[in-house]
């Protein structure tokens, strides 16, 4: 029998670690007061949503593959496969984000000049990428303590301490950067097409509730224990996105802010003005610790889904190979080869960091929505399909209610894929062309992929009918 790794509380920490992180509130912050409108409709139209779902599944079938399992269950190998192989690509483009925010915040730890400096970037993700592919190789157990340990330590901590700064900021009578005043203007967006494209920002930031599923077979009770998780992980999610944004908007002057460097830029300026600037190098290094907790939960997450769609035939017997951890030897990689190519790549032909930056978290988000859309549709055809599978958790209201989210939920996946296409306001827009060029042409080719793939395998693939 498989040893159980994972207890509720691993599991909470694990799923919030997948879900949280506090690289977002710069771009968050840019949206000054109406963030709240923006936090709180992202929350109706995605956040909820994407949970109830997520739960539903989970709890229908707590299986090893999370996603891969659910959509393989609806509409076959095909387009499990899809599924998988989305949430795969999805990591391997969005962890670039997550290394470009833990190599800035570990600037500010010896060189804070160096925040901008793309070859420093570029030899700091490298080390990254393999130094955690190599923890992830040892297996889940250790993964798991790293994700735990470095979530408490460097997400948790440091978004308490800038809430509370945040709140001594206001106390002590210091001059607000954002008018806060309440009127129709400061709290709800000018409904320009340019401004709703930041919504897909804290779509983003919403994102990746559902990932733990991956590891189901390592959960205990996962059918009682997965629902507590992800309503735990959108709780604290929802506060620490919109409180420590809040937080930032009111100290850093907009001009300041770095899609970047904006967390730490925030923890510098608190600081200084209170004459703690010895501390920032301290404070860098936490936040670029609670980052790398992240990356690693996300290393080692689709790439377990994808797993179990190779060992059914749909990638061959080199993908399929674990190693005596029960780790995908292999695919991590295959997968850590990957990511140094594309996030090189990003910094050494995009026009700034910044532009670098958001490309990535546009096309991942393009990915991740696709990826969505085929979940929402899954859960919505297994109530008819497999009505008698006991789920502990059911979206209430019976099929009524299933059809309300989902279609809500589909309608917002494909508004926010459109809406990825266009860069926000906030940055430059000299490259546009350039820019639709990048995505357009890789979300082709990401598309493409698993299809040619899925026609080219063979039987012999099979290892688990075999």
């Known amino acids: 029998m498989k040893q159980k790794v994972m207890n509720l509380f691993t599991l909470m920490m694990v799923t919030s670690a997948?879900?949280?992180?506090?690289?977002?509130?710069?771009?968050?912050?840019?949206?000054?007061?109406?963030?709240?409108?923006?936090?709180?409709?992202?929350?109706?139209?995605?956040?909820?949503?994407?949970?109830?779902?997520?739960?539903?599944?989970?709890?229908?079938?707590?299986?090893?593959?999370?996603?891969?399992?659910?959509?393989?269950?609806?509409?076959?190998?095909?387009?499990?496969f899809l599924a998988i192989w989305l949430q795969w690509i999805f990591m391997n483009i969005g962890v670039i984000a997550m290394l470009y925010?833990?190599?800035?915040?570990?600037?500010?730890?010896?060189?804070?000049?160096?925040?901008?400096?793309?070859?420093y970037l570029i030899f700091m993700n490298i080390f990254l990428i393999w130094a955690f592919?190599?923890?992830?190789?040892?297996?889940?157990?250790?993964?798991?303590?790293?994700?735990?340990?470095?979530?408490?330590?460097?997400?948790?901590?440091?978004?308490?301490?800038?809430?509370?700064?945040?709140?001594?900021?206001?106390?002590?009578?210091?001059?607000?950067?954002?008018?806060?005043?309440?009127?129709?203007?400061?709290?709800?967006?000018?409904?320009?097409?340019?401004?709703?494209?930041?919504?897909i920002a804290f779509m983003r930031a919403f994102g990746g509730v559902e990932g733990s599923a991956v590891h189901a077979n390592s959960v205990e009770n996962p059918k009682v224990n997965y629902p507590i998780a992800i309503a735990f992980a959108v709780i604290l999610g929802f506060s620490i996105n919109v409180f420590g944004s809040l937080s930032l908007a009111l100290v850093i002057p907009q001009k300041e802010i770095s899609l970047i460097g904006g967390v730490m830029s925030a923890f510098s300026i608190y600081l200084q003005k209170y004459n703690l600037k010895s501390l920032i190098p301290i404070l860098g290094l936490?936040?670029?610790?609670?980052?790398?907790?992240?990356?690693s939960t996300w290393l080692a997450g689709p790439v377990k889904g994808l797993?179990?769609?190779?060992?059914?035939?749909?990638?061959?017997?080199?993908?399929?190979?674990?190693?005596?951890?029960?780790?995908?030897?292999?695919?991590?990689?295959?997968?850590?080869?990957?990511?140094?190519?594309?996030?090189?790549?990003?910094l050494l032909f995009a026009s700034s960091v910044n532009m670098s930056f958001w490309i990535s978290v546009a096309l991942s988000i393009?990915?991740?929505?696709?990826?969505?859309?085929?979940?929402?549709?899954?859960?919505?055809?297994?109530?008819?399909?497999?009505?008698?599978?006991?789920?502990?958790?059911?979206?209430?209201?019976?099929?009524?209610?299933?059809?309300?989210?989902?279609?809500?939920?589909?309608?917002?996946?494909?508004?926010?894929?459109?809406?990825?296409?266009?860069?926000?306001?906030q940055l430059e827009h000299e490259n546009y062309l350039k820019y639709i060029l990048i995505l357009s042409i890789s979300i082709i080719i990401i598309f493409m992929i698993p299809l040619i793939?899925?026609?080219?395998?063979?039987?012999?693939?099979?290892?688990?009918?075999?």
């Not at 925010?101 to 070859?119: C, G, H, W, Y």
């Not at 002590?172 to 950067?177: E, S, V």
């Not at 019976?398 to 917002?412: C, R, Y």
Request: glycine fraction near 6%.
């Open 286 to 295: 936490l936040v670029a610790i609670g980052q790398m907790g992240g990356f």
């Open 18 to 80: 997948f879900n949280i992180s506090i690289r977002n509130l710069p771009i968050i912050a840019t949206t000054q007061m109406q963030m709240i409108f923006f936090a709180l409709l992202t929350l109706a139209i995605f956040y909820i949503p994407v949970a109830l779902i997520s739960a539903e599944l989970a709890t229908g079938w707590p299986k090893m593959g999370g996603i891969a399992v659910w959509v393989t269950e609806a509409f076959g190998k095909k387009i499990g």
């Open 366 to 425: 393009m990915i991740y929505v696709s990826m969505y859309f085929l979940m929402i549709l899954s859960c919505l055809y297994l109530r008819y399909k497999k009505p008698d599978v006991k789920r502990n958790f059911k979206i209430p209201f019976k099929n009524v209610g299933v059809w309300i989210v989902a279609l809500i939920g589909m309608m917002t996946m494909i508004f926010a894929f459109i809406m990825a296409l266009f860069p926000p306001n």
């Open 101 to 119: 925010f833990i190599s800035a915040s570990l600037s500010f730890v010896f060189a804070p000049s160096l925040v901008n400096n793309k070859f």
């Open 133 to 199: 592919t190599f923890f992830n190789l040892k297996g889940l157990k250790i993964s798991s303590k790293i994700s735990q340990t470095f979530f408490i330590t460097g997400i948790l901590i440091p978004a308490i301490l800038i809430i509370l700064l945040g709140i001594l900021y206001i106390i002590k009578g210091k001059t607000l950067q954002v008018d806060t005043s309440l009127t129709l203007t400061n709290y709800l967006p000018d409904w320009h097409f340019t401004t709703l494209v930041i919504l």
């Open 307 to 346: 797993l179990e769609t190779a060992r059914e035939g749909e990638l061959p017997p080199f993908c399929q190979r674990v190693n005596k951890y029960n780790m995908p030897s292999n695919l991590l990689i295959i997968q850590a080869v990957f990511i140094t190519i594309t996030s090189s790549f990003f």
């Open 453 to 466: 793939i899925h026609r080219l395998k063979k039987p012999s693939w099979n290892i688990i009918n075999k």
